[in-house]
């Protein structure tokens, strides 16, 4: 195998379950942060500003910012790349535009 091949058949997950985001049910896995939800669903950008309706979305991952927060099970402002995503968990984004 050279070395930039792959090895084995793809990444590792957990076991999977059911979310929703808003308001569709869709596939988590084990140790997936609401943000992997989200983006592995095509959404770049969920929720947007204030102040000139621009698109925010995952930025620092660590929860340092305030860019993707989201609405979890009722809670207004949960940071969706450190909140871990829980089974029949209602996920809502806040009005980003999405890719998928």
């Given at each position: ?70 609405t ?12 871990p995503?829980?089974p ?13």
């Amino acid at each position: 195998m050279s070395r930039g091949e792959a090895r084995g058949a793809g990444p590792r997950r957990g076991e999977s379950f059911g979310v929703s985001l808003d308001g569709a049910e869709v596939t988590a896995y084990d140790g997936d942060s609401v943000a992997a939800v989200l983006m592995r669903e095509g959404h770049v950008s969920w929720r947007l500003t204030r102040h000139g309706n621009r698109p925010r979305g995952l930025f620092c991952g660590i929860g340092a910012c305030q860019d993707c927060v989201v609405t979890v099970d009722g809670v207004d402002g949960v940071r969706a790349c450190v909140a871990p995503a829980t089974p029949g968990a209602e996920i809502r984004s806040n009005g980003g535009p999405s890719d998928g």
